[in-house]
């Protein structure tokens, strides 16, 4: 029998619940392996310490107490809201409440500006790492996604008339 075996039957083997053959087993490997030994005494030094546990009976009327305190307490949301309620008075008492709103837009507004900062520096960053052909490309494809609105404006029209009549007179 391997030990890891023995360890879970050792709480079985001291309640003498196992078979006949089992429990010898069991007793045969626990006589050869110092381990098991070891976890067969702490065992029953546990059962035994258990066994001599002495039950306490509270004093007359403390569960009543106890129950009644419980009862009186307020719950934890409602001491938090509370609590919020004086951190807000005390906000509206010390007029800091415009200060506060102010620190927090400005807050925001820097955040924003940061961002926007950070994108414009990767932005200049990847401009500068393209060559002239790529810069040339990516003015095309600009130009390709507003193809359809210079398509349709009516100026451009007017301009090929304006070429039109300049040939004409040459």
């Keep these: 029998m ?3 075996q023995a360890k879970k039957l050792i709480p ?11 429990a010898r087993l069991v007793k045969g490997h626990i006589a050869s392996c110092a381990a098991c030994q070891k976890e067969l005494h ?4 546990s059962w035994k310490m258990l066994g001599e546990w002495k039950n306490i009976d509270p004093a007359p009327g403390y569960v009543s107490r106890f129950w009644t305190k419980v009862s009186l307490e307020r719950p934890w949301y409602e001491t938090l809201g509370q609590e919020m309620g004086e951190a807000l008075d005390r906000l509206r008492r010390r007029r800091l409440a415009p200060v506060y709103v102010m620190v927090c837009v400005l807050l925001m507004t820097s955040i924003f500006s ?6 414009m520096r990767e932005a ?3 401009a500068a790492s393209l060559d002239q ?37 040459t």
């Design 12 to 22: 079985v083997y001291l309640d003498g619940e196992l078979g006949q053959e089992e």
């Design 114 to 119: 940061l961002r926007n900062y950070w994108q």
């Design 42 to 45: 702490a065992l029953e030094r």
């Design 133 to 169: 052909e790529e810069l040339e490309m990516a003015a095309d494809v600009e130009l390709a996604e507003n193809f359809d609105i210079i398509q349709e404006m009516d100026f451009l029209e007017d301009l090929e008339v304006i070429e039109d009549l300049d040939s004409l007179e």
């Design 124 to 126: 200049q960053e990847l």
């Design 2 to 4: 391997r030990c890891d």
